[in-house]
């Protein structure tokens, strides 16, 4: 069983070998799987103690409730902390489109798995989507236009912001912008700039305005921006005290950003900024610190790292599909905690289906193709 984390760049299946230290155990830090897993089960438990009940609120309230949005915005500074670690390896292309090819088909997997689901239990008075509606979920347009395109799964907000993330990352490593002074002045525009214009944004903008800046995710931007300050501050690229400016100023950006405009105004949901800011300095001890691996023992270890290469699954298909069964199960007469444990049994083993049937396939697939490709193109070079 491939095991592969979701942040380790591929190689050949015919030249893969595990990087061994002198007592024969792989060199891989356990702590990023610990935190990797951990974010998805936030995710997890915010869904299912706390939205669920929010969106839908016929189903019995949970006895216990985690109202905070973390783990989701956790996994894009994780994103871009790995795209630095990963992008100085091998061709800028194999890298960005390993990347693609990690990421698009199993969303499409989720979203085709999703949309059959909500039509075969389907639910009196819940959303039911169209073949419209599964087209603009697979363009990925909610972002865009989220009052004509509806999520079939709310989970799918991260795919777009890391395909344009990853994107942006090789963009820039191939120009001068992604190297010495150019970078770090890079990192402070993306940051101030989104802060800079949140008061237009919040105080009723022109929807062409909305659509850019939603649509590309600027008020997202700091989470990435925090992400390659820590691997610059961690492999010693930039100082201390600028590190700490630029955690800081993305700390504001989160902030801002967990404003909600009601009727009555404004609210800040305090308590999902503090998470995020909790989190970042987690990844940042993570990225600077030794690995965990003396304090965790080898038989969590193992369920752990199982979790986390099925952890891009999970996420993709938890969401939606655990709102049926609790549903379902309620109107059967299960109670709350079930509901909730059947939610959560039920995304991991469809997420470790998605990635046995879907993500790892399609992604050795894709890979295997581009080297092939790149191989006779070389080989053709050398004729010439």
């Known amino acids: 069983m491939d095991k592969t984390p979701w942040y380790r760049e591929r190689v050949p299946e015919k030249t893969t070998t595990p990087t061994q230290t002198k007592s024969g155990k792989s060199k891989r830090k356990i702590s990023w799987d610990v935190v990797r897993a951990g974010c998805v089960i936030l995710v997890m438990i915010y869904h299912s103690t706390f939205l669920s009940v929010f969106l839908h609120p016929e189903l019995a309230e949970r006895s216990i409730r985690f109202p905070f949005q973390v783990g989701a915005s956790m996994l894009l500074v994780i994103s871009a902390y790995f795209a630095c670690v990963t992008i100085g390896r091998g061709g800028l292309l194999r890298y960005w489109w390993g990347r693609m090819a990690r990421l698009f088909p199993p969303f499409v997997g989720a979203v085709l798995l999703i949309f059959g689901i909500m039509h075969l239990a389907a639910i009196e008075g ?3 989507p169209t073949w419209q509606d599964l087209l603009a979920n697979v363009a990925m347009l909610w972002n865009w236009k989220p009052d004509e395109f509806f999520f079939i799964d709310g989970s799918h907000w991260t795919v777009p912001l890391q395909l344009m993330g990853f994107t942006a990352a090789a963009l820039l490593f191939k120009s001068k912008l992604g190297h010495g002074t150019a970078i770090r002045v890079v990192l402070w525009v993306a940051v101030i700039v989104p802060i800079l214009q949140w008061p237009i944004r919040v105080g009723g903008a022109p929807e062409a305005y909305r659509m850019i800046v939603d649509g590309i995710g600027a008020h997202r931007w700091h989470l990435f921006v925090v992400g390659v300050a820590i691997w610059m501050w961690s492999t010693r690229r930039i100082g201390w005290a600028h590190f700490a400016a630029l ?3 993305c700390m504001l950006g989160q902030s801002l950003h967990n404003y909600e405009e009601t009727p009555e105004g404004l609210v800040a949901d305090w308590g999902s900024t503090v998470g995020v800011c909790i989190g970042m300095l987690v990844v940042a001890a993570t990225a600077y610190g030794p690995d965990w691996n ?10 752990v790292t199982w979790f986390a290469g099925i952890s891009y699954g999970v996420f993709l298909v938890h969401q939606t599909i655990g709102y049926i069964v609790s549903r379902t199960l309620q109107d059967i007469g299960a109670g709350p905690f079930l509901q909730v444990m059947a939610m959560l049994t039920t995304g991991v083993l469809l997420g470790w ?3 046995r049937l879907v993500e790892r396939p399609t992604h ?4 295997n193709g581009y080297d092939r490709l790149a ?5 053709g070079a050398q004729q010439t």
């Open 364 to 367: 050795t697939f894709l890979m």
């Open 353 to 355: 289906a998605l990635t």
């Open 375 to 379: 191989a006779r193109r070389a080989a």
């Open 126 to 128: 819940w959303f039911l």
């Open 294 to 303: 003396r304090v965790i023992p080898d038989a969590v270890g193992r369920w």
């Open 247 to 249: 955690l800081a100023t």
